[in-house]
């Protein structure tokens, strides 16, 4: 069962690769920010494999769960941000 887990570690690991691309050559900063927080939900859950692999679930899991809030977080904080950035320019009107 440990090579199961492992291949499919490294078929996540595999899936992160296509949004790294758009990270580095998205059209817009919308798209970024997107592909960064699917890098992060699939390694949220590469965490839980990792921790099936070494028979510590329970402790990966916390890990996980840590790291998705603060991924979810960070990804509303950085969109957020670039709205007031782009209302303040002008190109949009800000919410009241």
Sequence with gaps: MQHVYAGTGVALFTMMLMPLYRVGFGPTAIDRIVAVNVIGTKTAVLLVVIGEIFGRIEM???????YALLNFLASI??????????????????LP
């Excluded at 990966?60 to 840590?66: G, H, I, M, S, T």
């Design 60 to 66: 990966f899991v916390d890990f996980a769960l840590a």
């Design 77 to 94: 904080a950085v969109a957020r941000f670039f709205f007031k950035t782009r209302a303040a320019s002008g190109e949009l009107d800000p």
